[in-house]
């Protein structure tokens, strides 16, 4: 089985390019048409694929708007998680898929959520990947900007390292601390509060 790896903050999102399932295959493609059939057929959307992956993050994590609502729909919980606790939430954050970001939340996604393995926030996901947009949404929506994951690090410290800097500042402005230099690295500690 060929497994396509997505680490985010020492996350590992994991899809397979293998056949997975039909659902959670139909899922990742957007084929609201098939994902539609499946359900109507009994397919079961809670169960994970053979990565722990449920269809709903499967397709949260691809953007596809249209299925992560037919499943909202069908009534898959929003919160559901993967092995490793994450959520769909976690999965459009990362994916930078701010529609489906939107629906999530709107849907009751919790935007604080770090009820998982890592003790990540959605906020964490976006801000390493520079999804500056999806970043700005969450933090409007009341996202803790200091939130720290399990090894201690904010999600400006996850924008700061991938030089994010338009994502950092969104969050400097939102009143995001620059962690000491012990704790992120001198390098980091000094680019980032130039841009304090």
């Not at 359900?39 to 691809?62: K, R, S």
């Not at 994502?167 to 690295?185: D, H, W």
Request: with cysteine.
């Amino acid at each position: 089985m060929n497994l396509r790896l997505i680490c985010v903050a020492g996350v590992i999102f994991a899809t397979s390019t293998a056949s997975a399932g039909p659902l959670h295959d139909a899922a990742r493609d957007g084929d609201l048409t098939r994902t539609t059939q499946l359900l109507d057929q009994g397919a079961n959307a809670a169960e994970p694929d053979e990565t722990g992956e449920p269809p709903l993050l499967i397709a949260a994590l691809a953007g596809k708007k249209e299925v992560v609502a037919l499943l909202l729909d069908r009534g898959t919980d929003v919160e559901i998680r993967n092995k490793g606790g994450l959520t769909a939430l976690h999965a459009a954050a990362y994916g930078g898929n701010l529609e489906v970001v939107e629906l999530l939340v709107q849907k009751g996604a919790a935007v604080n959520d770090h009820e998982n393995f890592y003790n990540m926030s959605p906020l964490h996901a976006a801000a390493e990947e520079g999804h500056a947009d999806v970043v700005a949404f969450l933090l409007a929506n009341k996202a803790e900007v200091e939130a720290k994951e399990r090894n201690g690090y904010t999600p400006l410290t996850q924008a700061g390292w991938r030089s994010h800097w338009d994502t950092a500042g969104l969050l400097l402005k939102a009143g995001a601390v620059c962690q000491e230099a012990k704790l992120v690295g001198e390098w980091l500690f000094t680019e980032c509060t130039k841009r304090k």
